[in-house]
């Protein structure tokens, strides 16, 4: 079984500070929503910020133009900013355009990608195709928002794993992690990576918690916050 690397789904400085030290935490992901979360004004500067703070680990920022040409230019702009750099860029615009050219054209270049918002296999099997295989890569299946929708996301993910093992610089990531489990069914899937916000990078470094452990704890929890709120009967 893969030794699955978890990374930390965050923009904010100080968490990034944080879970940096973290040896559990491999690397960070980010993406534009994160980023104004995070209070972000000026997207270069930001990036610089937190590449000071998180210096040796990986770190995606994702282009937010929605064509060709800008993508371009937005992605070697943030490929600059250093060599823990990846830059994620959408398997589609917002058109619904496959962005095959534009990820064989800065794959072929030796810039580290990581393909976002990746959700069908055929997609998978296009990015696999589109990727220059001597250059650092990741593909990320959000497999957390197929849950959401109803859809089992075990069998792309499978698949997607499948087809990248003979490309030892193509990584599949489990992304919209929505719970701890999933951590397990990525490493049994032979996931390469996990990204998850930092709640849940909290709950995974208690596995192997005894469940009667884990049940003595619950019910001191029930306890402690009924005397807390003075409940009476």
């Known amino acids: 079984?893969?030794?699955?690397?978890v990374f930390c789904d965050i923009a904010d400085l100080n968490t990034i500070k944080e879970y940096s030290k973290k040896k559990i935490v491999k690397g960070?992901?980010?993406?534009?929503?994160?980023?104004?979360?995070?209070?972000?004004?000026?997207?270069?500067n930001y990036s610089k910020k937190i590449l000071k703070v998180c210096k040796n680990k990986p770190v995606s920022f994702e282009v937010f133009a929605d064509n060709f040409s800008e993508m371009e230019k937005q992605a070697h702009k943030i490929k600059e900013l250093g060599q823990n750099v990846y830059v994620k860029i959408p398997v589609i615009n917002s058109k619904g355009k496959f962005m095959g050219k534009l990820i064989s054209s800065l794959s072929k270049k030796k810039i580290k990608l990581?393909?976002?918002?990746v959700y069908k296999f055929n997609h998978v099997k296009k990015?696999?195709?589109?990727?220059?295989?001597?250059t650092k890569s990741i593909i990320s299946i959000f497999a957390g928002r197929m849950s959401d929708t109803g859809i089992d996301p075990v069998p792309?993910?499978?698949?997607?794993?499948?087809?990248?093992?003979?490309?030892?610089?193509?990584?599949i990531l489990w992304a919209?992690?929505?719970e701890a489990y999933n951590y397990i069914q990525a490493r049994q899937l032979g996931c390469d990576i996990i990204t998850m916000p930092?709640?849940?990078?909290?709950q995974i470094e208690n596995f192997g918690l005894s469940l009667d452990k884990l049940t003595k704890n619950t019910v001191i929890t029930?306890?402690?916050?009924?005397?807390?709120?003075?409940?009476?009967l």
């Not at 792309?156 to 990584?171: F, L």
């Open 198 to 202: 930092p709640k849940i990078i909290n």
């Open 176 to 178: 919209s992690t929505r």
């Open 156 to 171: 792309i993910i499978k698949k997607s794993v499948q087809n990248i093992k003979n490309y030892k610089n193509i990584s």
């Open 28 to 44: 960070f992901t980010t993406n534009p929503s994160l980023m104004r979360k995070a209070g972000a004004k000026n997207y270069l």
């Open 222 to 232: 029930f306890l402690n916050d009924s005397k807390k709120s003075k409940f009476k």
């Open 1 to 5: 079984m893969n030794k699955l690397k």
């Open 127 to 134: 990015i696999i195709n589109s990727l220059d295989k001597n």
């Open 114 to 117: 990581n393909i976002t918002a």
